[in-house]
């Protein structure tokens, strides 16, 4: 951008004033290049031309836009120069009341001279934890950023605050460390951080004093390491002290003080244990009384005293100790006070020994008072020869006094400093630490003596590390966003230091002019001169021999040399000493008995650190009237040195304190002064290196957000926002250098964002005049409008007047238009009828000469296609017989080839060895079922021989027995009737058993008969099998003498190559097992399990194959084959998952697998087809020999049974007929024996035929058997025409042995076809399976086939990567297939537990009222014995356990119990339970047992608490049961008040003998533990949230702005917002919370007191950033936070909790939200605020108004006077002190009685409790 285009009218420019600094003018007219002047206009309106040096064309700085003023971050600022720096400063500093604001990398801090309420211990906490940047500058925020990055990098970390006397670095420092021992607490109970703390207001009494400038000012550097343990906990701390400004011991200037503690000690005199110090007020003493007024407005030095005091004892200084250090403090207020009486000759002097003050010196330190006396007023001079002892004149004598008194205080000083060191040194071993610098800043005076050089010379250094970090910041900053930059030329003041540390430099200069004897001033002044007048940085001044002016950064200092050489020497002569060493009391001794170095104070204490360690380089030469050599310039340079080693290795972080006026009156900006320390400081100087590469950094996000109205809207449509920002910054700033993209971030040269904001600026002007210019033009419309109606009305009427008039004119000129147009029309009617008949006759015919045309024309067309038709159809016949013909033959030669195939393949077949076994399978099969059937018949003929030669045997004998007992009895009873019956039965009997014997002969002949046929069939069929195994035997040696001749070879050798070429492939892929095995280790667990899951089953044969096998011993037709595939192909499926990943030869072998796979599907297929045919031809054979078998076997079995009816029948008739004999004849005694001997041997009979008849029953059953094995299931009229016909016999069937017969031939038919049907569907799907595997099997091969030869094409390299790209896929697929395997298991599993589950429940229910039952029983049966029998009761609500079981339910009850457990059943079950076991020990009146259970439950639960003490749900759930356990202990104590609500059934559940108000506190208060404990669980999931959700998360998008952000940019502040949160995740939150409360059963109250409590907190902590962040503080953001606020109070009304008081609690942050959005500008506005926000204090008002940022130019900032007005109107209220709430506090929570509705008896309990052993009573 040009000159031009930056210095337009209305541009705003800073030009110097010599009054405040800088003054701020407005340009009125254009500049332009060449112009001499500059036309401004200031604010108070008086014109100014601003002369323009046309050479050097040097322009007013430009102001930055009033939208960028008051940023917390200097670098924030677009054009970044001294005017706007200060300028910013000022505007935070008087109106918005900020003291400390970042200058990049810097905190400038600004002493308000006033207490501000922003140090409290909620603003720590506040600040603990959040980002740099997150909230406004404050101190604790860089504490805070150094202990995160001391976490964080593990680096060690120092802070370094520096300032003018007054500015406030003591101050900064000590709420550094308080912010530290806060934060990091001590993890011991050594309370290191009190003691840390503690050491502060020692250092400040012993080491700080009140000045001209400062009340409270360090008169010393320190530097204090506080350390940290691993865990980040304070373990220790160490102090270094540099240049204590000893002089201030002996003078003060005016209205300057002492150091405190001799005030604190004079103050404190009045004591009784100080009486010994002859103290009085410190008006009395010399050295307290030289600045005139000895106190401090506002400071009690008595009270402070104590303070000082109480810090000694928490440090451990024993109360000894601290005695004589006031002692010895004051001893040196009584040696300031002695009277040196001068001789006459003025060479000596005396002291009285009457002096008071010396006695009282003397006495204090344990020191000779003659000895004392003496060498105060000489000294010993030592040469070579002898000694001397010389007096000492009287201005020599208090030279030396005063030299002494501040040796004195400096070592007391150090001694103090090295026992808080000593008390704050610790023995852990320290893992980082953090230290803290405070030290002087840069000073200048009139006079500027030996400490402001020292002083000067320090800050030098520390200048020049701070400008190295700051280089070092930015140059890492570039690198990390690879940002192209160049070297930055920043200022370098290495020459300064040289000048004054290097060889030959000022201080050697000095100690060098220390050595000579007679060494003055004056002499090293002018080696000075004469040495360094050539350098840059020395100067002589024109007016002055012994001044010298050095060039420091800062500034330039004059020095006057006078006092150079006494203060660098620092002379203290050594007799005095050597009293003080032989001090009577021990402390004051060994104050001096240690020295080694020097005598005087050093600038480092020996209890420093054992790391950083001073010592002297070189020994130490004694001389003869002074103990050191070393001076302190020298010691100051060298401990100096150490501090920047020590600095250099830790990360710095800095803090430049500024003095705002020297009158130390409360927010007063001197301009002046400001300036001068801010150059002093090196904030300028961080500016300007800013300033000098890109100052103005921006995220892309923010950028977007912000400059999004500067885009187009077809931009705006992408979705890459760095892309889109990249195009717009093209676009608008035409110079590339201008800016640059970084990874992250944009970066801007100086300028350009005021740049970006004139024209976002422009841009929202243009749009506001848009919106001005259309509602203008809107009002001046309805104006218009209103006008228009008006006239048009008036016109309206005016013009219904002419209408009527001209109506009437025109009616009548119509009236005369019809007359003259009826007449014309009649006239032009006749001519136009005569012209059209003419023109129609024209053109009738002109038309029908044209359709003839046409006619003519189309009639030739359709013959001509007529003749094309048939040509074309004769030509398509004649070509589609030609193709015919050709097809013909075509398929004539296909069709013969085809044939001749099939002739060759079935000759090939015909000689096969498989053709042969074809033909011979039905002989062979025929063969051997006929020989088990001769078997078989032969067994039966034998056994059936056996049963009828046994069974004619016994007949003939029984036969015998009759005839022989008839004949008996027919001799003694000579009765022929009863005898002849009997022959002609015996007759009978005989003829029947004569036919049987006939019958039976028959069947044995036909029997014969039938054997010798099937013999000769038999024999006739082996030999044709004999024949036949000849035949194949020789054909398959044919076969396989052809097949080895033919075949074979080229078989052999293809296998070979192959074999060869697999055997490389193997090598190749040898290497992949090592990958494999790390694969292979994913799926161990997998295999294991699947291993552990699959039980081995039986593998059954088909049943087709199992009678093969069986029925056959055909070698062809085994079923080894079979079950060795299946073998196979189960071995592929289990190691195949597996271990398929191992080798490529299990692929060669799954090739070779399934080759022969294939080979054994083509046996399985041929095996079918002989199978199929063999079943047809095997049939008809099987029907003859079953029609046979079956005949002989019935006929048998029905002779039998005839035979044995008969046998049965005779019987029966026998005993009738003897019993009828009997009957008639019972007189004679021989007749009766006659008679039972003849019926015992009828029963004997019988007996043989109920035997009989149990053989035929054998002998049927084992036909049926034999007939269900042979049948294979015939149908169903095969089998009636088999059973019913009798081809061998021809004897009579019973139709009722016929049809049982029949049923059962039909029961057995049923289940063989039953049987088949099985076999032939289970052998079809064991087939259909083979099938499909073989088939996936072929697939799979192909696929890895074309993968091999793939693989063989690629190169070696490419060839592993596929192969293991394969691999890894098939793993991939495999491990799939596994999981999906598994999660079925692991279903199944589950189901079957859940099963199980409900089955042991059901035993153990069953087994509890087994196991009751029998307790019941037994108690009833000890009791009948002593008491009266009671009747039996139903379960009363208790619950009995033994003693030893109280462990056991405290853990399977509350220890070990999930919430998820019990989630199905009542809420808070344990509490019911509980209850009913404490009801049981009360109802056993067990007073031991009730307090071991109770206590018992309170310790678990604190147990549980104490293990679960960050999980949401098991709090919730204990509180619940612990308030539901209150309850009942309340509802059943048997008090009135609480049995109100109870049903009579629960007050029979009350307690009966104890009282247990103390344990219901105990649980009262356990419930209010475990309630905190819950809130602080929720605390801490919900905090996190709080802010990014209510303040920072876009609720409602495009409504927030965002302004420009400086070097911290925030930590939220990224891409699209990641890592914040959103409304909705409190919500969801908040929601999480309600539904575990509530299905745990918590009362609604506690509820509702949970969520005020949330709410509360979420309002303190949203409030607390409120007013802590100047970013948040806008008009949008209170739009936001009202929005956030509404849908909490939706929530809270979707769940039913406005009665809780949570709405109420976020009142605060709604008129804070309001608050923003309100008018803030007339005195209206602010009665209205007042009146408003009544639940804000008024500092929080006033803080928001202070902290208002408007987010656009057109905003109005809040003014000074407006502020004040809200004060005064807000007087009258009494606010408390605090600034912010404390999110920590909570509401007394109140558990009110919710008495239970669920009575005891109505109560189970699950099994899944394990609470077996509770006895329900």
């Not at 680096?155 to 370094?160: L, M, R």
Request: proline share 3%; aromatic share 8%.
């Amino acid at each position: 951008m040009s000159v031009s285009e930056l210095y337009t009218k209305y541009t705003k420019v800073w030009v110097p004033d010599p009054d405040e600094v800088w003054r701020s003018g407005e340009i009125i007219k254009d500049y332009k290049e060449g112009d001499k002047s500059l036309h401004l206009k200031f604010e108070d309106d008086t014109l100014y031309e601003y002369p323009v040096d046309l050479k050097t064309n040097q322009l007013p700085f430009l102001r930055n836009p009033d939208i960028l003023v008051g940023e917390n971050d200097l670098t924030a600022l677009s054009y970044l120069h001294e005017p706007a720096v200060l300028h910013n400063l000022k505007v935070r500093f008087l109106e918005s009341n900020h003291i400390y604001t970042y200058c990049g990398i810097v905190l400038v801090a600004i002493n308000p001279y006033e207490q501000l309420p922003i140090y409290e211990q909620d603003v720590i906490y506040a600040y603990s934890g959040q980002n740099m940047g997150d909230m406004d500058p404050h101190i604790f925020a860089v504490a805070e950023e150094a202990y995160k990055q001391m976490a964080r990098d593990e680096k060690n970390q120092s802070i370094i605050v520096s300032g003018e006397s007054g500015a406030g670095k003591t101050v900064s420092a000590k709420y550094a460390m308080r912010f530290f021992a806060s934060v990091g607490g001590s993890a011991s109970e050594t309370n290191i951080e009190e003691k840390v703390l503690a050491s502060s207001p020692i250092m400040e009494a012993i080491g700080n004093a009140k000045t001209t400038r400062n009340d409270n000012s360090s008169r010393f550097g320190k530097y204090i390491q506080i350390g940290f343990d691993k865990r980040y906990h304070i373990i220790g701390a160490n102090m270094r002290t540099y240049l204590l400004e000893k002089s201030r011991v002996v003078f003060q200037a005016d209205d300057e003080r002492n150091y405190h503690i001799f005030y604190q000690l004079c103050a404190s005199a009045s004591l009784p244990e100080f009486k010994d110090l002859a103290l009085t007020c410190a008006e009395d003493f010399f050295y307290t009384s030289m600045g005139g007024d000895t106190t401090i407005d506002g400071v009690d030095d008595a009270d402070d005293f104590e303070k000082t005091r109480h810090a000694f004892t928490l440090l451990g200084v024993k109360e000894s100790h601290q005695m004589s250090i006031f002692k010895i403090i004051a001893s040196i207020l009584h040696l300031g006070n002695l009277e040196i009486q001068a001789e006459r000759d003025g060479e000596s002097c005396s002291i009285s020994k009457q002096d008071e003050h010396l006695n009282n010196f003397c006495r204090l330190l344990g020191v000779e008072h003659s000895q004392m006396e003496h060498w105060l007023c000489h000294r010993k001079l030592v040469t070579t020869a002898e000694t001397y002892i010389k007096p000492m004149s009287a201005q020599q004598v208090m030279n030396a006094r005063n030299a002494l008194a501040k040796h004195i205080y400096a070592q007391l000083f150090n001694w103090i400093v090295e026992h808080i060191n000593k008390a704050l040194h610790t023995t852990l071993k320290q893992h980082s630490f953090i230290g803290v610098l405070d030290i002087y800043g840069f000073e200048t005076f009139e006079v500027n003596s030996f400490e402001q050089f020292c002083i000067n010379y320090a800050n030098e250094k520390l200048q020049q590390q701070f400008n190295s970090h700051v280089f070092k910041l930015e140059q890492e900053e570039y690198m990390k966003e690879q940002i192209p930059w160049t070297l930055i030329d920043f200022y370098d003041n290495q020459p300064c230091i040289d000048l004054i540390e290097a060889k030959l430099g000022i201080l050697d200069l000095l100690d060098e002019e220390c050595k000579v004897p007679k060494g003055t001033d004056q002499n090293w002044a002018q080696k000075l001169y004469d040495r360094h007048s050539s350098s840059q940085h020395f100067q002589k001044p024109r007016m002055s021999n012994t001044s010298f002016i050095v060039v420091h950064f800062a500034d330039k200092v004059e020095y006057q040399s006078d006092g150079f050489l006494e203060k660098n020497r620092d002379t203290v002569y050594e007799e005095q000493i050597n009293i003080l060493k032989a001090s009577k009391y021990q402390m004051v001794a060994d104050l001096f008995q240690d020295e080694k170095d020097s005598v005087p104070a050093t600038p480092t204490i020996k209890g420093a650190a054992p790391k950083i360690s001073i010592r002297s380089a070189r020994p130490v030469v004694k001389a003869a009237n002074k103990e050191h050599k070393k001076t302190v310039g020298h010691q100051f340079r060298n401990s100096l040195h150490l501090l920047m080693e020590t600095l250099n290795a830790t990360t710095p972080h800095y803090v430049r304190c500024i003095k705002p006026n020297d009158e130390k009156l409360p927010f007063k900006f001197d301009p002046k002064r400001a300036v001068q320390q801010l150059r002093a400081c090196g904030v300028l100087e961080t500016i300007r290196i800013s300033a000098a590469g890109y100052p103005s950094r921006w995220s892309y996000h923010d950028f977007f957000n912000r400059y999004r109205v500067l885009m187009k809207k077809r931009e705006i449509s992408k979705n890459d926002k760095k892309l889109i920002c990249k195009t717009l910054l093209e676009n608008l700033i035409k110079d590339p250098d201008k800016f640059q993209f970084g990874r992250t971030k944009i970066f801007f040269r100086a300028g350009q964002v005021a740049y970006l904001e004139k024209l976002r600026a422009d841009k929202f002007r243009a749009a506001t005049i848009m919106i001005q210019k259309t509602v203008r033009g809107w009002l001046q419309r309805v104006k218009y409008r209103r006008m228009r109606n008006a006239a048009i009305t008036i016109q309206r009427y005016t013009r219904g007047h002419l209408a009527r008039r001209l109506v009437d004119y025109l009616r009548k000129t119509r009236a005369a238009i019809i007359f003259q147009k009826q007449y014309r029309m009649l006239r032009i009617l006749h001519a136009f009828q005569k012209i059209r008949n003419a023109t129609i006759t024209i053109q009738a015919f002109a038309r029908g000469m044209f359709v003839r045309k046409i006619y003519h024309k189309i009639l030739l067309e359709h013959k001509a296609a007529i003749i094309q038709k048939h040509a074309r159809a004769w030509l398509a016949r004649k070509r589609f017989l030609h193709f015919k013909c050709a097809a013909v033959v075509i398929q004539c030669y296909f069709r013969r080839m085809k044939a001749r195939k099939e002739l060759k393949k079935l000759k090939i077949e015909a000689r096969s060895a498989q053709h042969l076994k074809k033909l011979n399978i039905g002989m062979e099969n025929k063969v051997v079922q006929l020989q088990r059937k001769i078997d078989d018949q032969n067994k039966e003929y034998r056994h059936l021989n056996e049963q009828l030669s046994a069974l004619t045997s016994a007949y003939s004998t029984d036969v015998e027995k009759l005839k022989k007992e008839l004949e008996q009895y027919r001799q003694n009873q000579g009765d022929t009737n009863q005898l002849v019956n009997l022959k002609k039965e015996i007759e009978s009997l005989r003829l029947e058993l004569e036919k049987s014997h006939s019958e039976r002969k028959i069947i044995e002949d036909t029997y014969d008969k039938e054997k010798d046929l099937l013999r000769k069939r038999v024999s006739d069929l082996e030999e044709e099998n004999a024949l036949l195994k000849q035949e194949k035997e020789e054909l398959n040696n044919r076969i396989l003498c052809q097949s080895e001749d033919e075949f074979a070879q080229n078989t052999v050798k293809e296998n070979l190559l192959t074999k060869k070429e697999l055997e490389e492939e193997r090598s190749r892929y040898q290497n992949l097992v090592k990958e494999y095995s790390r694969l292979e280790q994913r799926y161990d667990n997998l295999r294991d399990e699947m291993t552990i899951i699959k039980t081995p089953g039986h593998r059954r044969n088909p049943s087709n194959q199992s009678s093969l096998e069986s029925d056959s011993n055909c070698p062809s037709v085994s079923t080894s084959e079979i079950g060795d595939t299946e073998d196979a192909i189960q071995q592929v499926e289990d190691v195949g998952l597996d271990k398929a990943a191992m080798d490529m030869t299990l692929f060669l072998k799954l090739q070779k697998r399934v080759r022969e796979l294939e080979q054994e599907r083509k046996k399985l297929q041929t095996q079918l087809e002989k199978k199929k045919s063999q079943v047809i031809e095997t049939k008809n054979e099987m029907d003859s020999d079953r029609d046979t078998d079956l005949a002989y076997n019935s006929l048998k079995r029905q002779e039998l049974e005839s035979e044995n009816k008969k046998l049965k029948n005779e019987l029966n008739e026998l005993r009738k007929t003897i019993v009828d004999r009997v009957t008639q004849n019972n007189s004679s005694s021989d007749v009766q024996d006659s008679y039972t001997l003849l019926l015992n041997q009828l029963k004997s009979a019988n007996e043989e035929l109920e035997v009989r008849k149990e053989e035929v029953l054998i002998l049927r059953a084992q036909i049926i058997k034999a007939a269900q094995q042979k049948d294979t299931g015939k149908n169903m009229d095969s089998n009636i025409n088999t059973y019913t016909s009798w081809p061998n016999s021809d004897k009579h069937v019973d139709a009722e042995d016929a049809i049982e017969a029949y049923h059962g031939v039909c029961q057995t038919n049923q289940l063989l076809e039953a049987q088949l049907q099985d076999q032939k569907r289970e052998h079809e799907e064991e087939v259909e399976t083979l099938k499909t595997q073989m088939e996936t099997l072929r697939e799979e091969m192909e696929k890895q086939q074309q993968a091999f030869f793939q693989t063989l094409q690629l190169p070696p390299e490419a060839q592993v990567e596929f192969g293991i790209q394969q691999e890894i896929a098939r793993l991939t697929n495999e491990n799939l297939d596994l999981k999906e395997l598994l999660e079925k298991l692991e279903k199944n599993e589950k189901k079957l537990k859940k099963q199980l589950k409900i089955y042991m429940k059901k035993v153990q229910d069953f087994e509890a009222t087994q196991a009751t039952a029998q307790t019941e029983r037994r108690r009833h049966e000890l009791t009948r014995q002593v008491t009266v029998q009671r009747k039996e009761k139903d379960f009363q609500g208790m619950l009995e356990y033994y003693k030893e079981d109280e462990p056991l339910l405290i853990r399977n009850l509350i220890t070990d119990l999930k919430p998820q457990t019990v989630s199905a059943t009542v809420p808070c079950l344990p509490a019911y339970i509980l209850y009913m076991c404490i009801r049981h020990a009360d109802y056993i009146n067990d007073d031991q047992k009730v307090h071991s259970l109770l206590t018992s439950t309170i310790n678990g639960i604190k147990k549980v608490l104490k293990k679960h003490n960050d999980d949401f749900q098991m709090t919730s759930f204990w509180l619940a049961n612990t308030c539901r356990l209150l309850h009942c202990l309340k509802q059943y104590s048997g008090d009135t008040g609480f049995m109100t609500q109870n049903t009579a059934k629960q007050n029979e559940h009350c307690l009966k003998n104890f009282d247990l108000t103390e344990y219901r506190q105990v649980l009262s208060d356990l419930s209010i533990q475990i309630y905190q404990q819950l809130f602080k669980i929720a605390e801490g999931m919900l905090q996190p949230m709080i802010v990014s959700a209510m303040l920072e998360s876009e609720s409602i998008q495009g409504l927030s702005g965002v302004k420009p952000m400086g070097y911290r940019n925030r930590s939220s502040s990224m891409v699209d917002g990641d890592n914040s949160y959103s409304l909705d995740a409190v919500i969801r939150q908040l929601n999480t919370f309600h539904s575990i409360m509530c299905d745990q059963g918590l009362d609604p109250e506690i509820i509702q007191q949970v969520f005020k409590q949330l709410f509360y907190m979420i309002n303190a902590v949203t409030l607390n950033n409120l007013l802590l962040r100047k970013d948040v503080c806008s008009w949008s953001t209170g739009m936001q936070l009202r929005y956030n606020i509404s849908q909490l109070e939706e929530w809270l009304r979707g769940k039913n909790l406005q009665q809780s008081g949570a709405a109420e609690t976020v009142e605060p942050l709604i008129q804070a939200a309001q608050l923003l959005q309100l008018k803030k500008k007339t005195s209206e506005d602010a009665e209205a605020i007042c009146s408003l926000c009544t639940s804000l204090s008024t500092q929080q008002i006033v803080k928001i108004l202070n902290l208002y940022t408007p987010v656009n130019e057109f905003e109005e900032r809040v003014t000074v006077a407006f502020i004040r007005n809200i004060q005064a109107n807000l007087q009258e209220r009494n606010d408390p002190p605090q600034l912010l709430l404390d999110y920590k506090y909570m509401f007394p929570v109140l558990f009110p009685f919710s008495p239970s509705s669920i009575t005891m008896d109505s109560i189970h309990i699950p099994a899944s409790l394990n609470l077996e052993f509770l006895n329900e009573v």
